[in-house]
């Protein structure tokens, strides 16, 4: 059928036309953003997942609903700390166009005033040649958010951020994608922050989303991160959800799936989102229409494993150095179960100290994540299988 009107979107933080299975976790934070207009606090939140399980989609749709409410909104994607851009300058930049947007429909009344004095006062940090323009003059407010520590001056600029939008009955919320990027002190100030927030009950919350291992490494930089942010495991799709993701897009334009063709391509993709829409997209363009019949559905499953095989799974695999592909290798014997790393280095005949180079190396290139201490799993579904396909070199 015609691609131009194909409406699946494989790809990275592509908005599906379904945003299927995931009403449980939207409800809940509607209850968040309600709670906060009477002025009750909840636990800012975290959601973790594999790659391509739609994490991103997810935070997205949380902010857009945010900012429909009228909260002040920043989004962020954070870098690693090598060569990319610093959180601090990132959330400056973020919250700048929030607060823009805020006094232009709250007019500057006295909190509105002070919080973009200290907004300009931590941007100044970040950029001393002038702070960042905030579109009308205004001083920056002094002994506030200036002292240069990140966990001390994001505290200052949340609290009266959350002053400010108190008045109009509304929040603020940080998105902040990809958040196992952040270096110990980032998620240290965003622990501290969130902490003083919750014990002042502003109306201050941080919306994370990064790989299974955040949780751990939240924990590494405050022991009560555990307490304070709820943890939402995000997931591939159960097979109604993973079914309506198909056949809810196609139904909106007048295409019907047959039933054998969804059950194929839901369990073949085991409901991983990205999955989905990859076989969805490609058993679409096969299909001759005007329904979508088994036939095609197989046929999108072939194109589509191809096309990962050469994109998704092969870059990974391309990442990685000679050595670093043997300890791959070695942890697929458990196919997508997690590994013990002794087991692995076992395997490879091995001490743990003589392969942890290559496993640290692996981690840093976000190949694999340790879920726990001594645990090494793939952050893709899918990689061991791929990597037994692979022929030894
Ligand atoms: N709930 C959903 N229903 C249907 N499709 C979805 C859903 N969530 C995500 N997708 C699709 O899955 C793919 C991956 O989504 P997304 O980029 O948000 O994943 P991610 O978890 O952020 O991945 P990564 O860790 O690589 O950033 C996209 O093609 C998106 O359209
Ligand atoms: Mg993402």
Redesign the pocket.
């Known amino acids: 059928m015609d691609p131009v009107t194909n409406p ?15 009403d449980n976790e939207i409800e809940t934070f509607g209850v968040l953003m309600e709670r906060a207009a009477s002025g009750l606090t909840s636990r800012s939140v975290v ?1 973790t ?12 749709e949380l902010a857009d609903r945010t900012r429909k409410a009228g909260w002040i909104v920043g989004r962020v994607e954070a870098e690693s700390s090598e060569g990319g851009r610093p959180f601090r300058q990132q959330v400056a930049q973020t919250l700048n166009r929030a607060l823009r947007e805020a006094s232009g429909s709250w007019g500057l009344v006295d909190r509105v005033r002070r919080a973009l004095g200290t907004f300009k006062s931590f941007s100044l940090r970040t950029d001393p040649s002038g702070g960042l323009s905030i579109g009308i003059e205004i001083d920056p407010e002094r002994g506030r958010a200036d002292t240069g520590s990140l966990d001390t001056d994001l505290t200052d600029l949340a609290l009266d951020l959350s002053d400010a939008a108190f008045d109009f009955g509304t929040g603020v919320a940080l998105f902040v ?2 958040m196992q990027e952040l270096d110990g002190s980032e998620l240290a100030a965003i622990c501290q922050t969130c902490h003083e927030a919750g014990q002042r009950e502003a109306q201050f919350y941080v919306v994370g ?3 299974p291992s955040l949780p751990r490494v939240l924990a590494e930089a405050r022991s009560y991160a555990e307490r304070l942010f709820q943890y939402w495991p ?1 997931g591939a ?1 159960d097979p109604d ?2 079914a309506s ?1 198909l056949i809810k897009p196609a139904d909106d334009v007048g295409v019907t799936w047959e039933n054998q063709a969804v059950e194929t391509i839901v369990l073949r993709s085991a409901g ?7 076989f969805g997209k490609a058993a679409w363009d096969f299909a001759p229409g005007p329904d979508i019949s088994l036939r095609d559905a197989e046929a999108g499953i072939q194109a589509g494993m191809a096309s990962l095989d050469q994109g998704f799974f092969r870059s990974r695999w391309e990442r990685a150095a000679p050595t670093e592909r043997e300890y791959m290798r070695a942890m697929a014997e458990d196919g997508d179960e997690p590994s013990q790393s002794g087991e692995v280095a076992k395997r490879l005949g091995k001490k743990s100290t003589a392969v942890g180079p290559a496993r640290a190396n692996l981690i840093h290139k976000g190949l694999v994540y340790a879920p726990e201490h001594g645990v090494i799993a793939f ?2 579904p899918g990689m061991a299988d791929f990597i037994t396909r692979q022929p030894a070199n």
Do not use: H, W
Request: aromatic share 8%; no cysteine; charged share 20%.
């Open positions: 699946y979107s494989p790809g990275a933080g592509l908005r599906p036309r379904e945003l299927a299975g995931r959601l997942g594999l790659r391509g399980v739609g994490k991103t989609v997810l935070l997205n994608d990809e989303a990064g790989l995000i799709l959800d993973a993701a991983y989102p990205y999955f989905l829409q990859e952050t893709v």
